[in-house]
């Protein structure tokens, strides 16, 4: 399955963004979809998941403030985060896996998108 983020930009703290990931390939749907985000000289971290049934999980950092869905019609996942925060830039990547296992785990995940870069002003 090849993978595509979109949706990054500059805003201030306190604002929203809505990421996207465009799945082709194989049937979406089968997959458990994620995000991760890498900031300069830290090692990638887990952002989110959801599973193919609908389950999802967030990392500490973003709980309470973002929300993972997906469109299995559109093969689409999105992810909503507010009240951004500086700590939040990052570049923010998709990834999907088949059997939806240690979901927090980057090595977990067999497709990766190329990154969306998400940039948060104080």
């Known amino acids: 399955v090849q993978l595509q983020a979109s949706g990054g930009g500059l805003v201030q703290a306190g604002a929203s963004l809505r990421l996207s990931c465009a799945a082709s390939g194989r049937a979406f749907r089968n997959y458990s979809a994620a995000w991760f985000r890498q900031a300069p000289g830290k090692e990638r971290e887990f952002v989110a998941s959801i599973s193919w049934t609908g389950g999802t999980y967030y990392g500490d950092s973003v709980k309470g403030r973002s929300t993972i869905s997906r469109d299995n019609a559109k093969n689409m996942a999105h992810l909503q985060m507010n009240s951004l925060k500086p700590e939040d830039t990052a570049v923010y990547y998709c990834?999907?896996?088949?059997?939806?296992?240690?979901?927090?785990?980057?090595?977990?995940?067999?497709?990766w998108g190329q990154g969306t870069l998400v940039t948060v002003s104080s």
């Open positions: 990834a999907a896996q088949m059997i939806g296992r240690e979901y927090w785990r980057p090595s977990a995940y067999t497709y």
